[in-house]
DNA sequence: CACCGTTGTTCTCCTTTCGTTCTCTCCGGT
DNA sequence: ACCGGAGAGAACGAAAGGAGAACAACGGTG
């Protein structure tokens, strides 16, 4: 029962998570149509009760609005994988914990919690030993921070830039160089959807 | 038992929150109606009562005032009190909705959330627009990061640093110079515990 | 005490908004 | 052609939101 998101409906689905992850109150059919440029509620409701039915958004009742459900996709808990540094496979942790991650920093595919190692990202505000929540994906848009795998050995994260025939990796640190790749050699894992850090 | 807020309900609860930060006094149900722009007194109280069913608010004695009900808190969720501007000025307005927030970035006193605005720390991995997580305390050990106000006017996020004799307060950003005070006009409001960001 | 204004409460009546369903059209792909 | 995704628009019923009147319980003033 997971007839997948057609184009539509996933921009639906994002447009909602940016709404609720800038603290917006939970807007009516009429609003949302005016914010994704729709002259029917009608058509917006089709893309609505389908997400319905996916689990992803709570059933709407009069007045209130159109929330995320909060049930179906958040357990509140990630699983963490382990840990992550500039030139150096992922070291998976052998226990598989989990960690409390709040939903608005969570991407609409499964994620995954890291743990930074190096100073490969400082000049981002990324330091050793924040955590960062990844969405699993294939593929990046241009200037997205990246968990890419590099002939398959090597995870970094860094920030992406696509361009014709090749695959630039940005490292966000005045002491390194960004580096080039042809396109073949360089996997996305994820992208960096949000990050924690606790001060102690 | 929870029927959700609906949409004029939440407003009046959010206005009753930023009375209540304020320190006014409870107010009457024509006074709120002159806040709220309404003409009748029956409407409001429909709202009123349904505030009090969702027990968010104490029902009303006929003495005088509209109370909020004790610890409304939703369980896994801090107040969102607003920006930080870690430059100068001080701090902004109350913007009484809840952030979720997972329980490891919590201290152990009463925590709140700011936003932060300005560059005045991106040395420190704190940039424009993350969200701190912010323990109520009124001491800080030297070295944590600390909401600082000075002669009761400016708020500012910053690095303590506390000598015999004097206050220094060091931002993170090689563009601004550390500030020193003398002990007596810095008064520490809070100790970031946490720190989150979200990509998108 | 009777008088008055205030405050909480309940009740009708009305308008607006919102969710929902329906039909019809348009476009792109196999 | 067929089909499914996408949008426009009309229409309906139900709920939300509001205005206003009416009423009981107080608190003061004369």
Redesign the pocket.
């Known amino acids: 029962m997971k007839p997948a998101l057609?184009?539509?409906?996933q921009e639906v689905y994002d447009f909602l998570r940016e709404q609720a992850a800038d603290l917006h109150p939970s807007p009516?059919?009429?609003e949302l149509c005016r914010a994704m440029d729709?002259?029917?509620?009608?058509?917006l409701?089709?893309?609505?009760?389908a997400l319905v039915e996916a689990g992803l958004v709570e059933?709407?009742?009069?007045?209130r609005?159109?929330r995320l459900a909060a049930g179906a996709d958040a357990p509140g808990h990630l699983p963490f994988l382990g840990y992550i540094a500039a030139g150096r496979p992922i070291e998976a942790v052998v226990d598989p914990r989990e960690v409390e991650i709040p939903a608005w920093l969570r991407g609409a595919r499964p994620c995954y919690v890291l743990e930074v190692r190096g100073e490969s990202m400082v000049d981002e505000g990324i330091l050793d030993g924040d955590r960062v929540v990844v969405e699993s994906r294939d593929h990046a848009r241009n200037g997205e921070i990246v968990v890419a795998l590099v002939d398959d050995r090597e995870a970094t994260l860094k920030r992406i830039e696509q361009r014709p025939g090749k695959t630039v990796l940005h490292p966000a640190n005045a002491a390194m160089a960004p580096l080039e790749f042809a396109p073949e050699r360089v996997a996305v894992q994820g992208v960096v959807t949000g990050l924690l850090r606790s001060y102690r």
């Open positions: 057609t184009r539509r409906q009516s059919l009429e729709l002259n029917s509620r009608g058509s409701h089709k893309h609505i009760r059933p709407m009742s009069r007045g609005g159109i």
